[in-house]
């Protein structure tokens, strides 16, 4: 620790609401335009009231948000009964991952994807995101640079050896081949990545709910809908960075805004954070940088891994732009990907 000067001197709450009120933009859409300057924040945090009938899942669906990411911000909700009258926060405002704005970019502990459409002269850049699942325990979804390898519209399923057997183990035995339609676990768009062995898919799903968990056999995997609209606006050959940020840092207007997540282990499992190591990554990331650090609510943030930016110090030169967070287990941006998963591991 202690590889930049920090003054410990308090910052008022007040001061950081209003700090962080300065870039909000819309929230519930899914398509954000990028500032010039290249100014990390985006989007907007809101509130709804449910009524009886709502589900925290079906406010996540509704908001474009997964299942995890709205528990995580609404603590002791119910997440199925919630009742009429509550405040529900939905955690619309976010922090762009530190990589490259090229291609689509997920960020694994934030089961999060990121699409950057290639912009046209006199068009602003925008960036459109979306929640995803990625691979549970012993079926990971693997880091690197990767890129669409090609797309199917109604995709048929077949499901490898492997899966029939843990299907079999379950009680829910599958047939060789799952077509196209309502029951199949693809959903009705896939685009397969360029990642070997194993075969990886950005693809829609017929269990819409689990969409934001660590749930699947290594795919990444969408609500039906997203899925749709993105499919069209991906040629094949688009860039794919599979990266693991669980902490995202960004300077605005000179204030330090800390997003975490909880991190995910080898197996792509979420795992509680460990306060000492996200505090060595912050201060990694920061190195000289002359900054005074609300550690209090620096360390609160780190270990909630809430998903939610927070305004935790102020620079002394106002510097604005991104900050790159060493993220363990992390391969650098164009490495080769894999081997990371044995052959049978192939997918959904």
Known sequence: MGLHPVMTYSIGRYLLAALAAGAAGSAQATVYELAEGGTALFGREERVVTTYQDTLYDIARRFSLGSEEIVRVNPGMDPWLPGAGQDVVIPGERVLPSGPRDGIVVNLPEHRLYYYPKTKPGQKAVVITY?????????????????ILSKKERPTWNPPESVRKEHIANGDPLPAVVPAGPDNPLGLYAMRLDLKPGDYLIHGTNNPIAVGMAVTHGCIRMYPEDIEALFPLVPVGTPVYLVNEPLKLAWVNGALILEAHPPVNAEGQTVEPDVQQFEGMLEQALGDTVVAIHWDLARAELRKARGMPVVVGLAADRPDAPVAVPAAQQAPAGAPVGPVAPPSAQAR
């Open 131 to 147: 929640p995803v699942s990625i691979g549970k325990m012993d079926w990971h979804t693997p880091l690197g640079k990767t890129k």
